[in-house]
C-alpha cells in the first residue's frame, strides 16, 4: 500500500477528546471577619458539655425542691401517712392470707376476719407480756435492788469512785429531773404520744381493712390520675414496688423470728427477767435492720447489768453478738439480700433520715420505703434494666475502649512540663 493511500485512509481523533477544556475563572472568596458566633440554632459560644451540666442542674433542682415539698407534706401530715404505710406493710403481709381466706368466704368476710385476726395477735401477745410481768414483779424488784448493788460496788471498784460521789451524782440527776415542772411535762407529753399512738393504730387498722378489701380498686383509682401514655409505667413500677414490698416483710418476718427467739432462749437461759418482753422487744427492733437490732440487744444487756450484774450481762453480750453474727452473715445474705437489693450504706441513711423525720415509726418504715424507690428507679430509669453490680459491668466495649483512650491523654497531659501548651502537636 503506497504512502499516498495510507494517508487518505489515516482517521485522526478528535480534538475535543484529547484536548482539555479550560477552567472557568474563578472569584475569589471574600474575606470575612467574625466577631460574634453565629446565631444558628446548632452553633452556640457554650461547649456542649456545659449545656448538658446545666440542664441537669435546674431540672434537678426541681425535682429536689419537689421532693423536699412531699417531705415536708409527709411529715405535717405524719399522723396519717404512717398509719397508711404502716397498714401497707401489713396488707403486704396478710395477703397470703387473706387470699386463702377468699376460696371459701366473701371478700368483705375474709378482710374482716384478716384484720380481726391481726388485733388478736397483737393483743394476745402483749397481754402475755404484761400478765409475765405482773407474776415476775416481786422477784423483778430484789434482782433489781441486787443487781445495782452488786454494779454499784463494780463501779466503785473499777473506776475508783467513792460511795459519796456516786450518791452526789445520783441526787443530782434527780433532782435535775425532778426540778419545776418536767416531771408533770413529761407525763403529759407521755399521754399526748399514747394518745396519738393509739389513734394511729386504729386508723391504720381500717386502713388495713379497705386495702385487702379493695386494694386492686384503690390502685386502678390511683394509676387513672396519670396521663394515658403513663399509665404502662406505672402499673408496672406498681407491680414491682408490691412485690418488693411483700418479699421485705416475709423475709424480715423471718429473721425477726430467728433473732427474738435466739436472744429469748440467751435470756432465760441466764436468768434475766422478762425474757418474754425480751424477746418481744427483739422481734420488733430487727424489722429496722442492723440499728434496731443493735439497740435492742442493748437494752438487754443493760437489763441484765441492773438484774443479774456485770457477769451476767458479759454472758447476755456474748449472746446478742452470736446471734447479730448469724444474722448478718446467713440469715441477712440469704434472706433480704435475694429479697431487697439495697446496699448497706443506703440502709443506714434511710433508717438515719427515717428517725429524723418520723422517730421510731420512720426507722421502721424507712427500709421498705428505701427498697421500693430502688426498684422503682430501676424500672423508671433503666431502659433494660438487669443484675449489675460492678463497675465493669455498666459500660460496654467501645466505652470501655473510649475511657481508656481519655485515660491515657488525661497521663500525658499530668507530663507536661511547666511553660509546655498541652494543645500542641
Not at 396478710?94 to 384484720?115: D, H, N, Q, Y
Not at 397483737?122 to 416481786?138: K, R
Request: glycine content about 8%; hydrophobic content about 55%.
Amino acid at each position: 500500500m503506497s504512502a499516498k493511500r495510507r494517508l487518505r485512509g489515516l482517521r485522526l481523533p478528535k480534538a475535543s477528546r484529547w484536548v482539555p477544556s479550560l477552567p472557568a475563572r474563578r472569584e475569589d472568596p471574600p474575606i470575612v471577619i467574625r466577631t460574634a458566633p453565629e446565631s444558628d440554632d446548632d452553633v452556640t459560644a457554650v461547649p456542649a458539655t456545659v449545656r448538658a451540666l446545666s440542664e441537669w442542674a435546674w431540672r434537678s433542682l426541681i425535682i429536689a425542691v419537689a421532693l423536699v415539698a412531699v417531705l415536708k407534706l409527709a411529715t405535717i401530715l405524719a399522723q396519717v401517712v404512717i398509719p397508711v404505710v404502716v397498714a401497707l406493710l401489713l396488707a403486704a403481709l396478710l395477703e397470703p392470707l387473706f387470699c386463702r381466706l377468699r376460696i371459701i368466704l366473701p371478700k368483705g368476710v375474709a378482710a374482716l376476719i384478716t384484720v380481726l385476726g391481726t388485733l388478736a395477735g397483737i393483743v394476745a401477745l402483749f397481754s402475755y407480756v404484761g400478765n409475765q410481768f405482773a407474776t415476775q414483779v416481786g422477784d423483778i424488784v430484789d434482782q433489781v435492788s441486787k443487781g445495782l448493788s452488786q454494779s454499784r460496788t463494780w463501779v466503785e471498784s473499777t473506776f475508783g469512785l467513792s460511795e459519796a460521789q456516786l450518791t452526789g451524782w445520783f441526787a443530782e440527776q434527780w433532782a435535775t429531773i425532778s426540778e419545776g415542772d418536767r416531771l408533770s411535762n413529761l407525763a403529759a407529753q407521755a399521754g399526748s404520744v399514747l394518745g396519738q399512738g393509739l389513734t394511729g393504730f386504729l386508723l391504720a387498722m381500717f386502713t388495713l381493712f379497705f386495702f385487702l378489701y379493695d386494694g386492686p380498686g384503690i390502685w386502678a383509682w390511683a394509676v387513672r390520675l396519670f396521663p394515658r401514655a403513663a399509665r404502662a409505667k406505672v402499673l408496672s413500677s406498681g407491680a414491682i414496688a408490691w412485690h418488693q414490698l411483700k418479699a421485705f416483710t416475709r423475709a424480715t418476718i423471718l429473721v425477726a423470728g430467728v433473732d427474738a427467739l435466739g436472744i429469748g432462749l440467751g435470756a432465760l437461759a441466764l436468768g434475766v427477767p422478762l425474757a418474754s418482753g425480751i424477746a418481744l422487744l427483739v422481734f420488733i427492733g430487727a424489722f429496722v435492720p442492723i440499728v434496731g437490732a443493735m439497740v435492742s440487744g442493748f437494752i438487754a444487756v443493760l437489763l441484765a447489768f441492773v438484774a443479774k450484774g456485770p457477769v451476767t450481762a458479759l454472758l447476755m453480750l456474748g449472746v446478742v453478738v452470736a446471734v447479730q453474727q448469724i444474722e448478718q452473715q446467713l440469715l441477712q445474705p440469704l434472706l433480704l439480700g435475694r429479697a431487697v437489693r439495697v446496699h448497706p450504706l443506703a440502709v443506714i441513711l434511710g433508717i438515719a433520715t427515717g428517725i429524723i423525720l418520723g422517730g421510731v415509726i420512720g426507722a421502721l418504715i424507712a427500709v421498705p420505703l428505701v427498697a421500693v424507690l430502688n426498684a422503682v428507679g430501676h424500672n423508671l430509669l433503666d431502659p433494660d434494666p438487669g443484675d449489675v453490680d460492678d463497675p465493669e459491668q455498666l459500660t460496654t466495649d467501645s466505652e470501655d475502649a473510649e475511657i481508656a483512650d481519655d485515660l491515657m491523654q488525661a497521663e500525658e497531659r499530668a507530663e507536661i512540663r511547666p511553660g509546655e501548651s498541652p494543645y500542641s502537636t
